[in-house]
């Protein structure tokens, strides 16, 4: 059996750390959309403790998903334009964790929906330097970028509505993160030819 050459063996090994972070990413935000539809069963209930679960859920999502970003730019600080992407997003993803944190608890979802919203743009462009999976990887940014403008124009009132949706997005975002690590293990059909995927 023929050996593999070193640039073979040094793609395989990152497309296998970008396989297992977008698996834990996508993992995460399943974890928060269900943990949403969650909370939103009890809002009618316990309305007080439903905005304290909110805001713990919020930030503890938004630092997960950061410091899973900062991993995966460790592992790709040869290629300076895709790290400097994955450091500001994960840059950006910390300092909507503090702003949630700290800010009045109305100002959650819409500090949430502006991490969505820059994070999806900055994912698009990634996306757009990377060659694995990139269409999974644009539908994530698409859905992070709708899901990011439509809390920012939507009736901010009903907190419920926001909630539903915040759920959804978590919901199918990280399904399809889920689908895209999963295609990204197996290997392309550019490498072996004739084999269908």
């Known amino acids: 059996m023929a050996r593999m050459s070193a640039p073979q063996t040094s793609y395989r090994n990152q497309s296998y750390r970008s396989q297992r972070t977008l698996a834990f990413r996508g993992v995460l935000l399943l974890i928060f959309g269900l943990a949403e539809g969650a909370m939103l069963l009890l809002a009618f209930r316990v309305p007080d403790i439903t905005t304290s679960l909110l805001i713990i859920v919020l930030t503890t999502f938004v630092i997960l998903d950061a410091l899973a970003t900062l991993f995966e730019a460790a592992r790709v600080r040869s290629r300076r334009a895709v790290w400097a992407l994955l450091v500001c997003k ?13 800010r009045p608890r109305s100002q959650a979802l819409p500090t949430f929906a502006w991490w969505a919203l820059l994070t999806g743009l900055l994912e698009a462009l990634e996306a757009l330097m990377l060659s694995g999976q990139r269409h999974w990887r644009l539908v994530v940014a698409g859905l992070s970028i709708a899901f990011g403008l439509l809390l920012l124009t939507g009736p901010r009132r009903d907190t419920a509505v926001l909630v539903l949706v ?17 295609r990204l293990a197996s290997p392309s059909p550019l490498i072996v030819p004739g084999r269908r995927w």
């Open 90 to 102: 994960a840059a950006i993803g910390l300092l909507a964790a503090v702003a949630i944190a700290l």
């Open 166 to 182: 915040a759920g959804v997005y978590g919901v199918v975002a990280g399904g399809v993160r889920l689908v895209a690590a999963r």
